[in-house]
């Protein structure tokens, strides 16, 4: 391919968000299946010279092609696709009527792949996806499944005619099990029996959840939290993070360490995740919102303790090297570390003593209006196997359901032990104090962004939270009961 050629079929965008290596990957992949198995592609100097990007972002977009099997790479020779086209179905036997062969293979020859629908579609969520379909589409089971993608325009409101006029065999649900669970039929008794093993699986996540949640969800992950340092920053500012990291370390330290920082800097991100981040007990009310906001507009004296900007930016600044700790969701960093030039270290956030950490999820459920309810079993009980367990920790850096991942989980955090890693990933529960923790999200990040500007007193923010009953017990019941 010529120099234009390649910046025409690939060019990727150096400022964006995603990081440049998921975008090439992604333009890398649709061009495959485009050509015939065994065409030449761009070698990886090639390609980072012409999108004038690093051979670390090219190598590390090779290397997801590789394990996902469209590419062969030999060093001498180059690289080349290795996308086989699919097998077409004979005219005469996609027509076959069901009653062919005494209807012998009635259900076989006529059989059409189940449909999976997903919400999941940033470039390493749709890597994954596709490679843990292609997997279990050559597994030999006799059953096969397509991906569709649900667009982002559809609403909650639009979501079940869409669903239903699609046939979808398959639906992927967020832990907001409020919306859609009516589309969904029980899992079968071996699965649900699965994933509700403490001995297999991290149970305990579930802690709390409805029973429509356990008939009917297949939990595929559930996120842990974690804080990128730029270690630049961190090493100007001072700071030691210890070995058990939570979030009143990072508040108590940002007076001595923000002023240190370059003019233009911040010491950490968005504060309402510091709440969240800071984990939640049974008795979480608003003594403890108040201490937080007390904290928060206390700091904002302090120059460069929180960003000035948007919150849409802070993955960005981030990124950019002008935020020096970036606490959030693990799978946040999934999004940045294409773009992050700088060395930086992701250190586990721990919930305080007594807490259980907040978490978020995603899950399956299948159709009621399935006609293959069995096979869509199979292919859940696939999930669960060891690769494709490694593989979602390893490609969207969350928890897998099965314990079998912990010691994946340790060599990526070798300064704990396997009962320290274990009591961890067992602190996260993405059911429990719903929807405490999306209140607080929905309603607070606001406020707790300009309690740090100080455009408001913590006596208002606490006003603000007790108008919108985001502690009341009695409130977030009826909540959850979907009685409000």
């Known amino acids: 391919m010529t120099l234009a050629e390649i910046q025409q079929h690939f060019e990727v965008n150096r400022t964006g968000e995603i990081p440049i290596y998921r975008q090439l990957a992604d333009k890398l992949t649709a061009h495959i299946r485009q050509i015939p198995a065994g065409s030449r592609l761009p070698s990886e100097r090639q390609l980072a010279d012409a999108l004038a990007i690093s ?42 009527h069901p009653f062919c062969f005494g209807g012998y293979f009635d259900g076989v020859i006529a059989r059409r792949p189940l449909t999976l629908l997903l919400f999941e579609n940033l470039p390493f969520q749709r890597i994954f996806w596709e490679r843990t379909v292609a997997r279990f589409n050559d597994s030999g089971s006799g059953s096969t499944v397509s991906l569709q993608w649900l667009p982002q325009e559809i609403t909650l409101e639009e979501f079940p005619a869409y669903v239903a006029e699609r046939q979808c065999d398959m639906i992927q649900m967020s ?67 210890t070995r058990h990291l939570q979030v009143g370390e990072l508040l108590e330290a940002a007076p001595r360490c923000a002023p240190r920082l370059p003019a233009g800097s911040a010491y950490t991100g968005e504060p309402v995740e510091l709440i969240l981040a800071g984990g939640l007990f049974a008795n979480f009310g608003y003594p403890e919102l108040e201490s937080y906001f007390r904290q928060f507009y206390a700091l904002g004296a302090v120059p460069g303790a929180f960003p000035s900007g948007r919150a849409g930016t802070m993955g960005t600044a981030y990124a950019a090297g002008r935020m020096m700790l970036f606490p959030g969701w693990s799978n946040h960093s999934c999004l940045y570390q294409d773009a992050v030039t700088f060395p930086e270290e992701k250190i586990l956030l721990h919930p305080k003593p007594g807490h259980f950490a907040t978490s978020g999820g995603s899950f399956i459920g299948i159709s009621k209006d399935s006609a293959n309810p069995a096979e869509c079993g199979e292919f859940l009980r696939f999930m669960l196997e060891d690769a494709v367990q490694q593989d979602i920790f390893a490609t969207m850096n969350v928890i897998p359901m099965m314990r079998s991942i912990l010691p994946f989980f340790r060599q990526r955090h070798p300064e704990y032990s396997p009962a320290e890693c274990e009591s961890f990933l067992s602190l996260h529960r993405g059911f429990k104090f719903q929807p405490l923790p999306t209140l607080i999200f929905a309603q607070l990040t606001d406020i707790c962004r300009q309690l740090c500007r100080r455009r408001i007193t913590p006596e208002d923010a606490l006003q603000f939270a007790r108008g919108q009953r985001i502690c009341d017990f009695a409130y977030t019941e009826a909540m959850r009961a979907g009685a409000v």
């Not at 030999?74 to 076959?96: K, M, Y």
């Open 55 to 96: 051979r670390k972002s090219v190598k590390a977009a090779l290397d997801e092609l590789a394990a996902a099997g469209l590419i062969s790479r030999n060093n001498r020779q180059g690289v080349f696709s290795a996308h086989p086209a699919p097998a077409a179905v004979p005219e005469s036997a996609a027509a076959a």
């Open 175 to 241: 832990r907001c099990w409020r919306a859609g669970l009516e589309l969904l039929a029980p899992l079968d008794c071996i699965t649900r029996s699965m994933v509700q093993d403490p001995r297999l699986c991290f149970a305990e996540a579930f802690e709390d959840a409805p029973a429509p949640v356990f008939e009917r969800l297949f939990p595929v992950y559930f996120t842990y939290w974690n804080l990128l340092v730029n270690r630049p920053l961190r090493e100007l500012a001072g700071w030691q993070g």
